[in-house]
Nanobody, 116 residues
Framework: QVQLVESGGGLVQPGGSLRLSCASSGSIFSFVALGWYRQAPEMQRELVAVAARYGSTNYADSAKGRFTFSRDYARNTVYLQMNSLKPEDTAVYYC??????????WGQGTQVTVSS
């Protein structure tokens, strides 16, 4: 059973930056898709960024130009670099992965709070 563990959340002022990390207990090559979702209070979980194994990354409109998804295959870790953060980015951020057999995996979530 693969586990995804996020880290890097916290409190940041508007306009600031954070980098979220998601470490996989197994090789990230086993995932056909990897990405990040977020869920704000009383809102549905929404896509932030998702990347196919050998494809490009798709970003939510709200993330384009500010957030960057990346992968480190040697560390089996994916990242979400978030710049120019806004209060509306406040949410719990979840790492996501889908394997070739169609199984979806989620991390436990990390809280990001953007506030002055």
């Amino acid at each position: 059973q693969v586990q995804l563990v996020e880290s890097g959340g916290g409190l940041v002022q508007p306009g600031g930056s954070l980098r979220l990390s998601c470490a996989s207990s197994g090789s990230i090559f086993s995932f056909v898709a990897l990405g990040w979702y977020r869920q704000a209070p009383e809102m549905q979980r929404e896509l932030v960024a998702v990347a196919a194994r050998y494809g490009s990354t798709n970003y939510a409109d709200s993330a384009k130009g500010r957030f960057t998804f990346s992968r480190d295959y040697a560390r089996n870790t994916v990242y979400l670099q978030m710049n120019s953060l806004k209060p509306e980015d406040t949410a719990v951020y979840y790492c996501y992965g889908r394997t070739a057999d169609g199984m979806d995996y989620w991390g436990q979530g990390t809280q990001v709070t953007v506030s002055s």
